[in-house]
Nanobody, 122 residues
Framework: QLQFVESGGGLVQPGGSLRLSCVASGFILDSYVIGWFRQAPGKERERVLC????????NYADSAKGRFTISRDNAKNTVYLQMNMLKPDDTALYYCAAARTCYYRQSEFTYWGQGTQVTVSS
């Protein structure tokens, strides 16, 4: 099955950090851009960051600026989301997905995984 497998979520206190991983299963992600998305309860899914095949990142969520960093290791077929200074508003299910360009609509991203839950609470 072609999909991503996300991991690294958990319960963290405000101000803490987490690093999420997104491993491609059944395909090679070299030629794809990869986006990290999140969906909080009762809210629409939001695009957070996107990284090109060459490693250039684009931020889509103002709330993540200066706190979240996206990176990729093509040799490991993996994309990461480093999240620092976490806030309760960051609580959400985090997903990654692939596309040919970061400018695609969310509906045009593919290989969605099951997500990893991040809960920020004291």
């Amino acid at each position: 099955q072609l999909q991503f497998v996300e991991s690294g979520g958990g319960l963290v206190q405000p101000g803490g950090s987490l690093r999420l991983s997104c491993v491609a299963s059944g395909f090679i992600l070299d030629s794809y851009v990869i986006g990290w998305f999140r969906q909080a309860p009762g809210k629409e899914r939001e695009r957070v960051l996107c990284i090109s095949s060459s490693g250039t990142s684009t931020n889509y969520a103002d709330s993540a600026k200066g706190r979240f960093t996206i990176s990729r290791d093509n040799a490991k077929n993996t994309v990461y989301l480093q999240m620092n200074m976490l806030k309760p508003d960051d609580t959400a299910l985090y997903y990654c997905a692939a596309a040919r360009t970061c400018y695609y609509r969310q509906s045009e991203f593919t290989y969605w995984g099951q997500g990893t839950q991040v809960t920020v609470s004291s």
